[in-house]
């Protein structure tokens, strides 16, 4: 059985989606979900960058590496290959629609282009909240995020196996 493929989206793929994404595996795993997950930006700010120093500081306190992961910008492909793209934010959102409108035109067959939601989607304690951005502000910003992206991904796992879904 081929694993569902998850694509976590922020604007420079190096604060909250890559958060995102080693947060959501690390969920996915425990609750023992089939699941592929990556990250990438909406814009090409940090091509191939590491994610922020803070970022991987405060994860790794968390028991998250990011370490490895490096900044990527999200490519039409992205739509054909993931089942479901998660948008940190609302502008994000927004510049992931016009992706995503241009992905099901080019495709030959539209039904095959991944479904987009808001990483809090599903989570009723923060239910369509965007992950806040911590690039500008201080530690607790960090914080925060991590927070978002755990509780976020506790409800996608919950909904995951309520979908059969991985």
């Known amino acids: ?19 995102a994404e080693e947060v959501l595996r690390s969920i996915m795993y425990q609750h023992h979900l089939n699941v592929v997950i990556d990250s990438a930006g909406t814009s090409n700010y940090h091509p191939n960058a590491s994610p922020d120093s803070r970022s ?8 998250y590496d990011l ?14 290959y993931f089942d479901l793209i998660l948008a940190m934010d609302l502008n994000n959102l927004e510049h992931l629609k016009q992706l995503q ?17 808001l990483m809090t989607e599903h989570d009723a304690s923060q239910q369509k909240q965007p992950i806040a951005d ?5 530690k ?10 755990e509780s976020a991904s506790h409800a996608w796992a919950t909904y995951f196996k309520q979908q059969h879904i991985g």
């Open 1 to 19: 059985m081929k694993p569902y493929r998850i694509l976590c989206v922020c604007l420079g793929n190096i604060c909250r989606s890559p958060t």
């Open 56 to 63: 991987q500081a405060h994860a790794k306190r968390r028991g």
């Open 67 to 80: 370490s490895q992961l490096k900044a990527r910008q999200i490519q039409i492909k992205d739509w054909y």
């Open 101 to 117: 409108q241009k992905a099901i035109l080019s495709a030959q067959q539209p039904q095959t282009v991944a479904t987009l939601a």
């Open 134 to 138: 911590p690039y500008y502000g201080g």
């Open 140 to 149: 607790d910003g960090f914080e925060q995020v991590l927070n978002q992206c």
